[in-house]
């Protein structure tokens, strides 16, 4: 029997992974849109969600109010924190650091839609159930990444430092992390682990970028009305989101070694001309862009 707890796609926290795949789907319809992401509706279609998951902007009309707000402003959000992280990434890459890591990548495809320089290899951790559906779906599309591509199936509660290793990662390489959409699942003391051993995994000139939601945010999260609301995404996110005994990441990392910067997600939103409002805006009025040098 595995340790932790699993899920798959349509379960727990891995329902979360088909909730932003649905916020980039939707991001995807507009004309101004931050990301592009045609296979976020490819997984839409083969998930038996036990909640309606919208794929298109014509669907979220037919919803309640609740739900509509909830996916509207996801779906806002979703575009700002792609194009912000997607920048990153691609900064790194040209600067010449050729090996990437993302864990908790979920339904990211970031692999299949970025335009990689050659000879970078790309690592996603997440469940195993959750990269068996993603790779299925990606599988029977036909499609073919933009970089080496190297799944890593392991918890990241569990001792994933080894199974990276085991998938090939260089820790004398310079390396990219990106921590997007993961750190509020993570209680207190696996969150600081977690940049402990990314800590000691990055050879110098590594990047890392990661979401942070301040624990300012709880009283939000735990109103019956956010819980209602985010009951359109199928979980309660009050009952999976960590905030005991969490500080801002940027102080240990800085202690270890990373030049930190961090910048309010709503600031990054204004700069790429985008209001935040409704369910997600508020939310996010607690969240922060964290990227650091090292
Ligand atoms: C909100 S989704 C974000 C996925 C992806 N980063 C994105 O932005 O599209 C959260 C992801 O974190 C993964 N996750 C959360 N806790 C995890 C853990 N302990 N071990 C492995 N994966 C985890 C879930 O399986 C899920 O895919």
């Known amino acids: 029997m595995p340790e932790f707890e699993q899920w798959d796609i349509v379960t727990g926290v891995g329902l979360t992974a088909l909730g932003v795949a649905a916020g980039r789907a939707l991001e995807t319809e507009r004309a101004d849109r931050l990301v592009s992401d045609p296979w976020a509706d490819a997984f839409l279609a083969e998930a038996d969600a036990p909640v309606p998951v919208p794929r298109r902007r014509a669907d979220v009309a037919r919803l309640s109010a609740v739900a509509r707000d909830m996916w509207t402003s996801m779906a806002d959000y979703l575009g700002v924190r792609s194009q912000f992280f997607d920048r990153f990434l691609m900064t790194a890459a040209v600067g010449g650091i050729t090996q ?3 864990p908790a990548a979920g339904l990211d495809a970031r692999a299949f839609r970025l335009e990689w320089p050659p000879g970078v290899e790309l690592f996603e951790i997440d469940q195993a159930r ?3 559906f993603k790779d299925g779906v990606l599988d029977r599309l036909g499609t073919r990444p933009r970089c080496g591509r190297h799944l890593v199936p392991v918890d990241l509660r569990d001792d994933w430092p080894a199974a990276l290793r085991d998938a090939g990662f260089d820790p004398g390489r310079a390396t990219a992390w ?19 051993r990314i800590s000691r995994l990055s050879a110098p000139g590594s990047r890392l970028a990661a979401e942070h939601l301040a624990p300012s945010v709880r ?7 956010f819980r209602a609301a985010t ?4 979980v309660d ?6 905030f005991d005994g969490k500080a801002d990441p ?3 990392l800085t202690a ?3 030049d930190v910067r961090s910048v309010p997600a709503h600031q990054v939103a204004a700069a790429y001309r985008r209001e935040l409002h409704g369910v997600m805006g508020r939310t996010v009025e607690h969240s922060r862009f964290l990227t650091a040098e090292r």
């Open 178 to 196: 990106l921590a997007e959409g993961l750190l509020p699942f993570l209680p207190a003391a696996a969150e600081r682990l977690f940049f402990d």
């Open 130 to 132: 959750v990269l068996e």
């Open 256 to 258: 270890d070694g990373w």
């Open 100 to 102: 990437v890591v993302v």
């Open 250 to 252: 940027g102080g240990a």
């Open 231 to 234: 009951r359109a995404l199928g």
């Open 219 to 225: 009283p939000l999260v735990e109103d019956p009305a």
């Open 237 to 242: 996110l009050a009952d999976l989101w960590h």
